[in-house]
Structures are given as structure tokens and as C-alpha cells.
């Protein structure tokens, strides 16, 4: 469910028409629906609310900080993956209370950042790193609450650079290992309060039972722990729920958070959850201008001016996102020997790559020079992953709110392109 739609044959975010915002800001540039945003965040919290649980919206998946401070004015935590977004959480407002730190190489700086911005907990993912904080909290004469996160062994059944809860994955520690570490933490690692137990097995995920798989490993963990006398408060099933992009049935967030209800009664724990793609994925859509159509003898090819840099996902793991026309043409521009109303086109941008495309052989409107084109679903994993790869500034961002509209992030300049750059001293 999101709110770009066709009115009178224009696309529109909300109430504003894209072909207005495109004309002030240019292109390419991303356009969020805040509308799209509150909604899915509410959608996920209802999904919850006759358990103790609390959401933290993972920044990895758009990190700019009017869409975080969107999730966290709803009441959402953030999950941070380095410093870095811990910088821009807590300068979208995040409460460190609701903040939960993953990812498997966080740097003495970093820990030492999230320890004195006072964070709710670490999602440890090596035993020398759980003795790293330790240390470090030690140094600071704070105490670092954390989870680890472990390895279930579960196949999320999704794209294998996505895939994480697997043996043969870098991340988290494996289950018996991991009530080691507890228990070793417990006995040994003064500095640290073990309060959660973390799992994220993948992202995308179209199916619920590698969730419910990887579930009854943590219960069987925090049973065990129990036994040990090791209470965890929390337990945090990491992100990963997929959306739709072209046919995948995705499951509601309401379908999830039955199952996982069901599956974690009687546990006495509070969920946390990170999801991303799911909460910003289909409130964001890539908006490209039409360069240059070209015919080749053996494929059309529909040149435009965002490329992979502004959104790697299609090259990065050849996934599919919808192309919409901006101003409906109906066909009118086709010429003859096009078949009437449509073509079959790569869609491609300038950058010198063969994996530089958005589509290939798609069916597609006949679209020709000058005319907008909406990259659909590109709110996940979009501005976030872009880059300056063949110096291309970056692309501005947009946020559309009922009938107005603001930049939340400025196209960038050649001038930043450079940026801290110099020449060596003779
Ligand atoms: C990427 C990531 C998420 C978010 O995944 P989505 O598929 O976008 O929901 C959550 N937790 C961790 C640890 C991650 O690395």
C-alpha cells in the first residue's frame, strides 16, 4: 500500500504532482510519500500491540534523517549499523534508549560513541568483540546491556547476498557457542549486562517459516539461559520482512505478528524488531528523465539520466523494480514501426557498465526523449547504497506531505564531488 498514484493520466505522491517536483528539483531525484511512511510504521505497530515490543526502524535502509525522524516522532527506536548512523540518529531526535547496535565489525571509536550516547544494548557478533566492549565500557565506568546475536542456521530462502543466518554466513555466533559466551560474560565480563537474545536471518523474506524456524532456536537459547540464571528481557528478531516488487506474495505485517505471537507466548520477553525494507521500500520511488531512445538490431534501449549509482539494487542482485510513466503518453509519440502503445526496452543510464540498467527487456510505454520516467519501490536500499562512481553528484531526496513538498537532502554539487580532496606535497 502506498499513496503514488494516477490522477487525470499525471503521477502523483500524495497531492503533489511529480512532473511539478521534478521541474523545481530536477532530475534524477528520490520522492517519499510521509503518508506511505506513518502508515506502514503503524501498520507494523498494530501488528504488536497486545505484546510488550518495541520497533527499531533499521537506518541502513534510508538513512536520511527526515525519513528517521518521520519513524522516531511515531515512536520508533532506530537499529544502527555504525557510528555514523548513530550520528544521524541521534540527530533525527532518536531516545539512545530505543537504539540497538549490530553488525560484525563495529570499531573501538564506534563502541566507544554508543556507550557514552548511553544506548539501550550491542548486538554482539564474535566472542573477541563481546571482550572489546567489555573492555571498553570498562575504561568508561559504564555497564553495556547487550544481546548476541546468533547463528540459527536457518535458510531465509531469499537472495544468498541477503542471506544471513546461515553457517557458511559472517554473521553472529553460532547457538552453543553463543550460551558459552553468556555464561563465560556472566562469570567474567564485569563491565556487561546480558539483557536480549538477537537473530536476523536475511532480508526480503516472502515466506514466514524461516522467522518461526529461527524463533524456536532463540526460545530453546533463552530457555537454556534460564537455567543458567541468565534473565534476558528482550528478544530481538532482527528485520528482514519482505515487500512486494513485482509478484512476490509478501506477507501483511499483520500475518507476521500473529505468527510470531503465537510462537512466543508465554516467554516473558519484550520483541524487538528491525525492520527496514518493509517500512520505507514502497514509500520512496526513483524519478529519471529520458535521455536518448536508441534501436539496436538486436534490443531497444531507453537511456536515462539516474544510472546505477543512484540505485545499485538491479545491478547488485538483478532485482526488478516497476516503471511507471510520469505523464501518461498512451502511445502517442510510437513510431510507426512500433508495436502501437508499448516497446520492449532496456531501460539503462550513462554509466560506462554493462551492468548499468534498471530493466531489461521489459514491455514498457513507448517513451521518448525528455518524458519522466518513476523507478518504483526504491525507497529501501536506494539514496542509502548510492555512490559518486563515474563522479556523479548525488541525487536529491524529496519528501511529500499532503499537497506540499520538501528537500530533505540537496542534489549535490561538482564542488562536493571534491570535497576534502587535495593534491600531494612535491
Ligand atoms: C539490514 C538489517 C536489518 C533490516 O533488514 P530489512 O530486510 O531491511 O528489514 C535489520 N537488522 C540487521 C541486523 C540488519 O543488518
Redesign the pocket.
Known amino acids: 500500500m502506498h499513496f503514488f498514484t494516477y490522477k487525470k493520466n499525471k503521477f502523483y505522491a500524495e497531492a503533489v504532482s511529480i512532473e511539478k517536483i521534478a521541474k523545481e528539483v530536477g532530475t534524477p531525484c528520490y520522492i517519499y510519500s510521509h503518508k506511505t511512511l506513518t502508515r506502514h510504521y503503524a501498520a507494523f505497530d498494530e501488528a504488536f500491540e497486545t505484546v510488550p515490543h518495541l520497533i527499531c526502524y533499521?537506518v541502513?535502509?534510508n538513512s536520511n534523517i527526515s525519513v528517521l525522524n518521520t519513524f522516531i516522532k511515531a515512536g520508533s527506536g532506530v537499529?544502527i549499523?555504525s557510528g555514523g548512523e548513530l550520528f544521524r540518529s541521534l540527530k533525527a531526535g532518536a531516545n539512545p534508549k530505543k537504539i540497538v547496535y549490530?553488525?560484525v565489525g563495529k570499531r573501538e571509536d564506534e563502541i566507544e560513541y554508543a556507550l557514552k550516547a548511553g544506548i539501550l544494548m550491542f548486538?554482539v557478533e564474535s566472542p573477541e568483540e563481546l571482550r572489546a566492549i567489555n573492555k571498553i565500557a570498562g575504561r568508561l565506568k559504564k555497564k553495556a546491556g547487550f544481546a548476541i546475536?546468533v547463528n540459527p542456521n536457518v535458510d531465509p530462502k531469499t537472495h544468498p547476498y541477503?542471506s544471513?543466518g546461515l553457517k557458511k554466513n559472517k554473521?553472529g555466533i553460532e547457538t552453543e557457542q553463543a550460551i558459552k559466551e553468556y555464561v563465560y560474560a556472566k562469570n567474567n565480563l564485569k563491565n556487561l549486562t546480558p539483557i536480549g537474545v538477537?537473530c536476523?536471518i536475511?532480508?526480503?523474506?516472502t515466506q514466514l517459516s524461516p522467522f518461526i524456524d529461527a524463533l524456536k532456536k532463540t526460545k530453546e537459547i533463552i530457555t537454556t539461559l534460564g537455567s543458567e540464571g541468565i534473565e534476558v528481557k528482550y528478544l530481538d528478531m532482527?528485520?528482514?520482512?519482505?515487500i512486494t516488487y513485482k509478484d512476490e506474495n509478501a506477507p501483511h505485517p499483520s500475518k507476521y505478528g500473529k505468527a510470531v505471537i503465537d510462537a512466543t507466548k508465554r516467554l516473558g520477553v519484550t520483541l524487538i524488531f528491525?525492520?527496514?525494507?518493509?517500512?520505507v521500500?514502497n514509500a520512496g520511488i526513483l524519478v529519471t528523465k529520458v535521455l536518448y531512445t536508441k534501436q539496436g538490431t538486436e534490443k531497444n534501449f531507453i537511456i536515462v539520466d539516474a544510472a546505477m549509482n543512484d540505485l545499485a539494487r538491479p545491478s547488485l542482485y538483478g532485482s526488478y523494480h516497476a516503471i511507471k510513466a510520469v505523464g501518461k503518453n498512451s502511445g502517442k509519440h510510437v513510431p510507426a514501426d512500433f508495436k502501437q502503445g508499448e516497446i520492449t526496452a532496456d531501460v539503462v543510464g550513462p554509466i560506462c557498465e554493462s551492468g548499468d540498467f534498471f530493466a531489461k527487456d521489459r514491455e514498457l510505454l513507448y517513451f521518448k526523449s525528455g518524458d519522466l520516467m518513476a523507478i518504483m519501490s526504491a525507497g529501501?536500499?536506494g539514496f542509502s547504497m548510492s555512490s559518486n562512481y563515474n563522479s556523479r553528484p548525488r541525487a536529491a531526496e524529496v519528501m511529500v506531505k499532503g499537497n506540499k513538498f520538501s528537500v530533505i537532502r540537496e542534489r549535490e554539487s561538482y564542488k562536493d564531488l571534491i570535497k576534502g580532496e587535495d593534491l600531494a606535497k612535491s
Not at 532482527?238 to 519482505?242: E, Q
Not at 528491525?274 to 517500512?279: A, D, F, I, K
Open positions: 533499521s541502513k535502509a537499529d549499523v549490530s553488525g548486538n546475536r541477503v544471513t554473521f538477537d536476523h536475511g532480508s526480503q523474506l532482527g528485520g528482514g520482512l519482505g528491525e525492520p527496514g525494507r518493509v517500512m521500500g529501501a536500499y
